[in-house]
């Protein structure tokens, strides 16, 4: 039985994986903000006779204190974690700023990513064959990223900023690959294609619009789940791998320069001390 963590696993692709996983006999731990939702999964989990299989951890992963808690209790509870699986992820039309004063789309897309990965790589060192997977947009041609402004202060714009967060978790990936030895874990970036899922989010209404004309030309949810499956049962033996609907794309491309990656994980290091200091 593989203890599986799924980040945003109330809606979408990642409750359609949690309860796949649950259904074939994995240990589920889902992270979302809803406790409703969250009560929704549960009573799934009791239909399909996994109730004892099932975790629901009610936390706001758009703030780093958050993410900080939900670390210390996977820890504290689990002896290993075989897979972690980052689906969450909101779009706004319109720049939100946390509590914490970090633009919201940088701190749940990327920020979190980047906390939950490595505040759980030693729990994951303990699986047999770990791996996180990144459910993001590797590698896709996408503007570049804002360095001088990775918040969006000026000119924000709801599909440049989700962009941008696809090319940070990109460079996320090759740094975490980078561990060597003190992180076993897998990474795998995985863009499964579009699909016909409720897309959350705040929205304009031109942009609700187009949202709406993506969603019929997408794939039913039920098509995107297996191949997720497959990587978690068979992680490819490549510290970092990329794939875009099933194709591995090279990690020679610019999206995974590893000049950037460091640049990236300096910003992010340096930003995390100066929120732990203002807590």
Known sequence: ????????????????LANTCL???????VIAPDPVKG????????????????????????????????????????????????????????RMVTSEGIEHNFALYYLSRYLLGYGLADVM??????VVMNIAGPGVGAPGIHWNDLGFERGYD?????????????????????????????????????????????FDAATAAHIEQMKRA?????FTVPPIVEIIDAPPREPLSAF??????????PAFDKGAAARLDSITRDLLRDTASAS
């Open 244 to 253: 875009v609907e099933g194709t591995p794309l090279s990690l020679l491309r």
């Open 23 to 29: 259904g074939r006999g994995d240990r589920v731990v």
């Open 125 to 130: 060192n303990k699986a047999e064959t770990p």
């Open 39 to 94: 009560n929704q999964f549960l009573d799934t989990a009791r239909k399909l006779g996994a109730a004892d299989r099932a975790v629901f951890v009610e936390a706001d992963l758009s703030l780093v204190s958050e993410n900080r808690r939900v670390v210390t209790e996977i820890t504290d509870r689990f002896a290993a974690v075989d897979v972690l699986v980052l689906c969450a992820r909101y779009f706004r039309s319109h």
């Open 158 to 202: 709801g599909w440049s900023a989700m962009f941008q967060g696809g090319r940070l978790n990109d460079l996320l990936g090759v740094s975490f690959a980078e561990g060597g030895s003190t992180r076993r874990a897998r990474y795998v970036l995985l863009f499964p294609g579009g699909t016909r899922t409720g897309f959350a989010g705040e």
């Open 1 to 16: 039985m593989k203890t599986i963590v799924v980040t945003g696993g109330t809606s979408g692709i990642g409750q359609a």
């Open 218 to 222: 997408a794939q039913p949810v039920e």
